[in-house]
């Protein structure tokens, strides 16, 4: 990204601005300023424009001409137990530092953009917080409550993304407007009492999941709510230690009544062959509002060929940058359209391009073979030739012998990411939902929760319930451990979860490399925190902003 406007010492962003210079010379139709964010609609806007933010994790691609755009997805699965790097490493550089971890340094792209992700949403929220304690915002003082609420969860988990993933990091409530540059970083015991106090407050001050508001399409589901609020916070607990409050708090979403796993074929495609599980994952059926009673939070895409400013290729375009254009097919999916033989269907997930390939480990040894999530409906291990003009139409591929699968063009895939429109088949809009977080994981908090105190017979119980669903063998109190929950994470969340974040947040990134890991190398307790972006350390002129421990 050339020409970014930095707060100097902190890659802050100003308030809902675009990062190019070149913007700054459009004509200013309207802008947003903590003065004028003073009545309800202002406010709404303003947090509307916090969510678009939080979807940039999702949805951005970088410098896609050039270098492919896939790279930033990868890094938060590559190198890990899960995935490895199946593309060439000049055509993914962003993505080698994650499988060469001795090329993981202070100026990695991934690190600066994930810095900049988070405080951009932290100062927005914090111009939203400031403006409702000005006298001059006239609000009933429940619309205010709920409107600090929102803007509060938005903050609350930003920082607890940036201080899994880099530690102690510097801690700012108040607007930043103007040039600073002697920030420093404030204590775990700070930020961890700042995270709690603002996603508490969401989940006292934020409606539940069926009263959020509407409009003309119905409920707005994807807006925040209370149990959006607990799931991060149960997430926090668990990272501070706080294991019983964790438990706790994914009893209050289990127990809410507002939610519930998924058992029964449903949806648009509930006639055809497959499971119960892999129908959440069908398109038409990711959102509550299509039947999927499971989803606590779901990023709602829309294509832009029905629905103007829907998310595409090239929706928003920022010179080498595209914001609005997700990528997860194209990285989970595979490259079977190029193989000999084959052509692009629907039935085989539409066009990807195979950035990530699941590792042996996943492949070969994670599920049982009766597990549901292991069904051909889930996990696609087998293609057949489907050219019907091709001499072998309607046998099997050997993705196993080189001499056919030259490229490694096809390999087995997830099908969680399959997405195909006839009206755009060469799959240049990624119209899919995004499920962020589903009732699933919140059983798989709560199991966490349960062993970090000592109660394996609970925690079997608790795992138990997505055994069940899947049709896996139960699980006794003896089984349980750490591995045995991160492996049932796999089972349940493979590629769903920011893996590299979880196994950050639970220790375990270096331990699950070493045993699982495929194509990994020069990885060490390093690597259990990122780097601080060596661009804010160099800025901060005026107090030391403190490089993390190895990366010096």
């Known amino acids: 990204m050339k020409n970014n406007i930095y707060i100097i010492g902190l890659l802050v962003f100003m308030l809902f601005s675009s990062c190019q210079d070149d913007f700054l010379d459009e004509e200013l139709l309207s802008s947003y300023d903590p003065t004028e964010l003073n009545d309800e609609l ?35 699965q590559i190198g890990t137990d899960v995935a490895y790097n199946k593309a060439p490493a000049d055509f993914d550089p962003w993505t080698v530092p994650y499988t060469n971890y001795e090329n993981l340094t202070p100026t990695d792209p991934a690190v600066l953009f994930t810095w900049v992700w988070g405080y951009k949403i932290i100062n927005n929220a914090n111009s939203i917080i400031a403006a409702i304690g000005n006298p001059e915002t006239v609000l009933e003082p429940a ?58 407050f969401a989940r006292n001050n934020l409606p539940t999941v069926n009263n959020v508001d509407g409009n003309s399409k119905g409920k707005m589901y994807s807006r925040a709510h209370v149990a959006m609020a607990e799931q991060v916070l149960a997430e926090a607990y668990l990272r501070m230690g706080k294991n019983d409050l964790a438990e706790a708090t994914c009893n209050a979403i289990i127990d809410s009544g507002d939610f519930s796993l998924v058992t029964q074929r449903y949806g648009v495609k509930a006639s055809q062959p497959g499971d119960p599980f892999s129908d959440m994952f069908i398109y038409g059926n990711q959102r509550r509002s299509q039947g999927n009673t499971e989803a606590i939070w779901v990023l709602e895409i829309e294509n832009p060929a029905s629905v103007i400013g829907g998310s595409g290729e090239f929706s928003v375009g920022l010179d080498s940058y595209l914001i609005g254009s997700p990528q997860h097919r194209r990285v989970w999916g595979s490259r079977y359209h190029q193989q000999a033989g084959m052509v692009l269907a629907d039935s085989l997930g539409g066009r990807g391009i ?42 099997k591929v050997d993705i196993t012998d080189p001499n056919v699968n030259t490229q490694r063009f096809i390999v087995p895939v997830t099908t969680k990411w399959n997405q195909f429109d006839a009206n755009d088949p060469f799959g240049f809009a990624m119209i899919k939902d995004i499920i962020i977080m589903r009732l699933g994981e919140t059983y798989l908090l709560k199991a966490e929760a349960q062993f970090k105190q000592g109660k394996l017979a609970e925690a079997a119980a608790t795992i138990n319930v997505l055994r069940n669903r899947a049709n896996a063998t139960p699980v006794a109190a003896g089984d349980i451990t750490l591995d045995f929950i991160l492996d049932e994470r796999a089972r349940e969340l493979l590629a769903e979860e920011n893996r590299r974040m979880t196994l950050m947040r639970t220790g375990q990134l270096v331990n699950r490399v070493g045993v699982r890991g495929q194509k990994i190398t020069g990885i060490s307790n390093t690597h259990l925190l990122l780097p601080i972006p060596q661009s804010e350390i160099d800025l901060n002129k005026d107090a030391v902003l403190e490089q993390n421990p190895g990366y010096n």
């Open 42 to 76: 202002g406010l709404d806007a303003a947090l509307i424009g916090i969510q678009n933010q939080y979807s940039i994790w999702q949805t951005f691609a970088y410098d896609y001409a050039s270098a492919g755009g896939q790279g930033w997805l990868g890094v938060w």
């Open 354 to 395: 195979s950035r990530i390939a699941l590792t042996d480990w996943v492949l070969d040894d994670l599920y049982a073979v009766d597990d549901m999530r292991n069904s051909k409906y889930n996990l696609r291990r087998d293609y057949y030739y489907n050219d019907p003009d091709f001499a072998l139409f309607g046998q």
């Open 143 to 200: 619309a205010k409550a709920k409107i600090e609420g929102e803007a509060k969860f938005y903050r609350g988990l930003a920082y607890n993304t940036l201080v899994t993933l880099f530690g102690r990091v510097p801690m700012i409530t108040a607007t930043v407007d103007g040039p600073k540059t002697d920030f420093e970083k404030a204590s775990l015991d700070e930020l961890n009492t700042l995270i709690e106090d603002d996603l508490t």
